[in-house]
């Protein structure tokens, strides 16, 4: 990807992705997060001729909308003054948060079933699968040293969105010499070349990756869909990257239906990542193997942002690490809601927490969050913002050691130096 900050910018505003990213033309460029959007459906929003003080993407709306909470400490931000306890303000919070999430029951820790284990890349690596009481099962892939003795640390490790829908797991991980060659061309383009659960794992960790909803396993299946809602596309010759493509292109104005089903169900996408989140969560602590008590969660872009709420909400998450998903409530509003797709929302939470203090609900845990400087997802400044904000969360809560936040240049990428200084922080924090 071409690294020009000011051609980067330019084409910024035609439709990203932070969990993924639109679904056509553009995607080669600037796929990661708004699957919602196609190709020149969006006009520039940063470009020589855009003013923020007078244009929004809401046009003369922006304003408005933004001084809806402009200016004011949400009221259940620990920068509030009126919390001055941390447990106290954490309780409450967490209760505000469960409740507009509308986090869905879905039973206790699932049974697994080992459909394979085998030996690769010096990793002992097992194909596990679950049922949840909806939807196909889940696929999963468990990686840990080879011979390893003993409980090791283990790491949740969410693959992120892409604007690609028909693979989940595969994204970050690497189980044998044969690679599809868009998962190929995916970790070249995202992580360096590298499947970063497979990184990780040979440092001494247990890694568990499982499909996300609604993603590989768990997406959308046209049989399972009214004929008319199925574009003339079916389930037959899954693994052919044109198929792939049109059933992503698909799956994207399909987010839209999705979205609205689930508020009417009374449940929200984060809420519905976060249930399932949780129980590969409970699988993964719940394993001879693993130390309940050493375990981290790590992800890029979509990953990313369910490491927000895994991390903010599930205190057996010890340490984690955010890639590429940090910045404020009144970045979304003013500038790069469009960047994004629906599953990143929470109706009405924004006037109680600004986005970052998802995450430093688990203040004093270690945290470090990871951000690209040209990442078209966001604006530097709103970054920045967000940097601050937890950082004086974590200062209050006398945990500023806890807190580290680091930028690199480039665009929207985990690359192999973010996954050093994520890995030396995973060791520093569930091994030191």
């Known amino acids: 990807m071409k690294n020009n900050r000011r051609d980067f910018l330019k084409v910024a505003g035609v439709g990203v992705a932070g969990i993924g990213?639109?679904?056509?033309?553009?995607?080669?460029?600037?796929?990661?997060?708004?699957?919602?959007?196609?190709?020149?459906?969006?006009?520039?929003?940063?470009?020589?001729?855009?003013?923020?003080?007078?244009?929004?993407?809401?046009g003369l709306y922006g304003p408005w909308a933004n001084s809806l909470m402009e200016n004011k400490i949400p009221s259940h931000s620990f920068r509030n003054t009126k919390w001055q306890d941390l447990d106290t303000w954490r309780s409450a919070a967490k209760e505000r948060i469960n409740d507009r999430l509308g986090i869905p029951e879905i039973g206790g820790t699932p049974t697994v079933t080992v459909k394979k284990q085998y030996e690769y890349d010096g990793l002992h690596i097992e194909e596990l699968s679950w049922q949840l009481p909806y939807g196909r099962p889940t696929d999963a892939i468990l990686l840990k040293p080879a011979n390893a003795n003993g409980a090791l640390p283990g790491i949740l490790a969410f693959h992120d969105h892409g604007a690609n829908k028909y693979f989940g797991t595969r994204k970050i991980t690497k189980t044998s010499d044969k690679q599809h060659p868009d998962i190929v061309e995916h970790q070249k383009k995202y992580y360096s070349g590298l499947a970063w659960a497979n990184e990780i794992a040979k440092r001494?960790?247990?890694?568990?990756?499982?499909?996300?909803?609604?993603?590989?396993?768990?997406?959308?299946?046209?049989?399972?869909?009214?004929?008319?809602?199925?574009?003339?596309?079916?389930?037959?010759?899954?693994e052919n990257s044109k198929n792939i493509a049109a059933y992503n292109t698909w799956a994207a104005a399909h987010e839209h239906t999705m979205a609205k089903s689930l508020f009417c169900a009374g449940t929200t996408w984060p809420g519905v990542f976060f249930a399932e989140d949780q129980k590969a969560l409970d699988v993964l602590c719940a394993r001879k193997d693993v130390n309940p008590d050493q375990v981290g969660c790590a992800g890029l872009s979509g990953g990313g942002m369910r490491t927000v709420f895994m991390g903010g909400l599930d205190s057996r998450i010890k340490c984690a690490?955010?890639?590429?998903?940090?910045?404020?409530?009144?970045d979304l509003i003013l500038n790069k809601s469009f960047t994004h797709t629906w599953m990143t929302y929470v109706p009405v939470l924004p006037k109680e927490m600004d986005f970052p203090e998802i995450l430093g609900l688990r203040a004093p845990l270690p945290t470090l969050v990871l951000n690209d400087s040209e990442d078209a997802l966001y604006t530097l400044p709103e970054m920045k913002s967000a940097d601050n904000i937890l950082r004086e969360v974590y200062k209050k809560a006398k945990a500023e050691d806890k807190y580290k936040c680091s930028y690199y240049p480039g665009p929207h990428k985990?690359?192999?130096?973010m996954q050093k200084e994520a890995f030396d922080w995973f060791d520093k924090w569930l091994k030191g």
């Open 321 to 330: 690490v955010c890639v590429g998903f940090m910045t404020t409530w009144k």
């Open 414 to 417: 985990f690359d192999k130096d």
């Open 21 to 58: 990213v639109m679904g056509t033309g553009m995607l080669s460029t600037l796929s990661s997060c708004n699957e919602s959007a196609t190709e020149g459906s969006v006009p520039p929003v940063i470009d020589e001729s855009f003013d923020a003080a007078k244009q929004s993407i809401i």
């Open 204 to 238: 001494g960790y247990v890694v568990l990756v499982a499909d996300a909803f609604p993603f590989a396993s768990r997406r959308v299946m046209m049989e399972d869909l009214p004929a008319n809602m199925r574009n003339g596309l079916n389930d037959k010759d899954p």
